[in-house]
Each structure stands twice: as structure tokens, then as C-alpha cells.
């Protein structure tokens, strides 16, 4: 099977370029390192790939060969944080500042011959960090899918797949196996290209310029007038989160609903109601993108699927978002439908409109 290591390379090329696509078109930290990492991976240095490409490795080949793992998994954890936080926490930053001393013990160990030669030994450690590292930015990357019915999960599993695989490297590499286990991995990795073509297509469209004066100062807002507000963010390029997947006026428009997924029309997008975290990193992209402004008037529907607590999360976090931004946010509710303890809440962080 001599097209195995051809094949390998070429899937691992393609996964660079869909992720350095996004990356472009979205400008984002984490898709830049996440690009970073896979550009490194498909110049591995893996005997099994180089020697048909009539490349023989020198005698230090092992240590220039598993060395990498540890760059690659500080390349995914630190993107996979960055797709989730948008930035660095300290735990994160402790993450991975331990991934960088272990390398170095690692090393050390090797200086010293403490693995006495044997392979499975020298890639534990790091193949068991890049595998997990893998499967980590697998469980963000599927928790940031918007659709997880479409296309777009085998970007997730592809990824996984990947990581499990790394996980059995040190034992089935010098196997009788191992040609299967890369075949196995080129066809998680053409999974993942795949799925991620169909994620880089989720990516609005920048808001048009509008030369009229916002009839909404930035603030954080809320009525129980639906028509007033509708009136009021008609002219500020505004992210809308509704049940109405036809609210009548220009802008995104994520439609909260269970019962589809994924795009369904220009600048209109299916939400699942219990999709909070999507929401929110949502919110984000669009403010970055020239977005002023977000109008909910679904929070009783969201309040039901997931529950005061998160919801009220919700709310503060959306707050923060847009007066970070100088932007607004203004919610549409009808106070009776909330526990008046619940309402006084809202009422506090929110002005009436």
C-alpha cells in the first residue's frame, strides 16, 4: 500500500488549508494558531512518510521525530482556549506552561538515556500529550458547532479520531499495523478537512454602512414594547436572536428553534435553544465584525429549555459584550411571565426602554 504515505501527507495538507482558510476570513487568534499547528503536522517528521518521498531520517531521527508532539499540543490547547475564551485564563496559562516542563523533562530524560532505546518508552509522554491535546480542541470544537446534525461534527470527530489514534502511536507503530492505523488516521483527517470546508462557511456577512444617526444609545435595555424596539435597531446593523426566523428588518438573524440546524438563508441561522455557549461566542464575532447592536425577544422560550441561572448568565455576558464594545443590547420581555424576584434582576442590569 505505497499510496498510504502519499495519501497521509495529502490529508494532512488539506487540514492546514481549510483551517488557514478560516482563519483568513475570520481573523481570529485561535484559527491562526489552530492552522499554526496543523501546517507543523503536515511537516512531520515520520519516517513512515518521509522515506517514500526518499528522505532517510539521520540516527537521531526519535528524538527529532517525537520532540515536535509537545509544540504541536501547546499549538492545539492554546487555540482550542482562544476558540473558547477568547482568550488566556490563568488555568490555561498553568496548562500550558506544564505541557513546556514536561518537554523539558522529557528531553532531559532522553540526554540521559533513561528510556534504554525502547520506542514505546522514548513516545509515551509525548504522544499521550499530543493525543489528548487533540481530543481537548475536538470537545471545544464540538461544543462551538453550530450544527451538529451537518456536515460540520466530522470536523470534531475527524479531530478526535486523530487524537484516539496518536494515543496507541508508541505500542502500533513499529507493528504490523501500523500501515492500517495511517491509512486509519488520513481518513480521519479527510473527515475533519471536510467538516471543516462546511464550518468555514458559517461566517455572516460584515454589516452593511448605514449613514443614519442609531436611534439607540449604547446601553443595556429592556421592553416589553416588541414593535418600539424593532423600530429603534432598524437602523444599527443589529444581531437579532428570535423565534421569528423573518423579524423584517436587516441583520443577522439567529433563529432559536429545535426543530432544524445551520444556515437557511443568507445572514439567517438556526440556533437550538440550549446552544447558550454558541450564542454567546456568536454575540462576540459579530460585535468584532461591526455589529452594534442585539436584540433578543425570546427569553422566555430560553428560560424554559435551560433554566433561570444559565439564562440570567446569558444576559450578563451579552451585557458585557456590548457596552465593551460600545454597543447596545436591549431584550424584549413581558415581565409577568417571569417570577418578579427573577424580573427584579433583569431590571437591575437592564433599562427600560
Not at 523533562?105 to 522514548?122: D, H, I, K, Y
Not at 479531530?159 to 496518536?166: D, Q
Not at 421592553?223 to 436572536?241: G, M, Q, R, V
Request: proline content about 6%; some cysteine.
Amino acid at each position: 500500500m505505497i499510496f498510504i504515505p502519499y495519501l497521509n501527507l495529502f490529508s494532512r495538507v488539506i487540514l492546514f488549508g481549510t483551517s488557514m482558510y478560516k482563519a483568513v476570513k475570520t481573523k481570529e487568534c485561535g484559527w491562526m494558531f489552530l492552522s499554526v499547528g496543523f501546517l507543523l503536522s503536515a511537516l512531520d517528521i515520520e519516517e513512515y512518510i518521509l522515506k517514500p518521498l526518499g528522505i532517510n531520517p539521520e540516527n537521531s531521527y526519535y528524538f527529532f521525530s517525537l520532540l515536535p508532539n509537545f509544540y504541536y499540543a501547546i499549538l492545539f490547547v492554546l487555540a482550542a482556549l482562544l476558540i473558547k475564551n477568547h482568550g488566556i485564563k490563568p488555568r490555561g496559562a498553568i496548562l500550558l506552561g506544564s505541557i513546556f516542563v514536561l518537554s523539558h523533562l522529557w528531553t532531559f530524560g532522553m540526554v540521559l538515556n533513561m528510556f534504554r532505546g525502547s520506542f514505546t518508552l522514548m513516545a509515551l509522554l509525548p504522544s499521550t500529550i499530543y493525543g489528548i491535546s487533540l481530543i481537548y480542541l475536538a470537545y471545544v470544537l464540538f461544543k462551538y458547532t453550530t450544527n451538529r446534525k451537518g456536515i460540520e461534527i466530522m470536523f470534531p470527530f475527524g479531530v478526535a479520531g486523530v487524537g484516539i489514534l496518536n494515543l496507541t502511536y508508541p505500542i502500533t507503530r513499529n507493528s504490523s499495523v501500523a500501515p492500517a492505523m495511517f491509512f486509519i488516521a488520513a481518513i480521519f483527517r479527510f473527515l475533519a478537512a471536510i467538516g471543516a470546508i462546511k464550518a468555514t462557511t458559517f461566517i455572516p456577512k460584515a454589516p452593511a454602512g448605514r449613514k443614519q444617526e442609531p436611534k439607540l444609545k449604547p446601553g443595556a435595555y429592556w421592553t416589553n414594547d416588541e414593535k418600539k424596539a424593532l423600530e429603534a435597531i432598524s437602523n444599527i446593523n443589529p444581531i437579532i436572536i428570535t423565534r421569528n426566523p423573518n423579524p423584517g428588518i436587516p441583520g443577522i438573524v439567529y433563529w432559536i428553534t429545535k426543530v432544524t440546524e445551520g444556515e437557511i438563508s443568507e445572514n439567517v441561522y438556526a440556533i437550538s435553544p440550549t446552544s447558550i455557549d454558541i450564542l454567546t461566542d456568536l454575540i462576540v464575532k459579530a460585535f468584532k465584525m461591526g455589529y452594534k447592536v442585539v436584540y433578543i425577544d425570546c427569553l422566555e422560550y430560553l428560560i424554559v429549555e435551560n433554566g433561570i441561572k444559565p439564562v440570567l448568565k446569558f444576559l450578563y455576558n451579552v451585557k458585557d459584550i456590548a457596552l465593551s464594545n460600545n454597543g447596545s443590547a436591549i431584550i424584549v420581555l413581558n415581565p409577568k411571565a417571569l417570577e418578579e424576584r427573577k424580573f427584579r434582576i433583569i431590571e437591575k442590569e437592564f433599562e427600560k426602554f
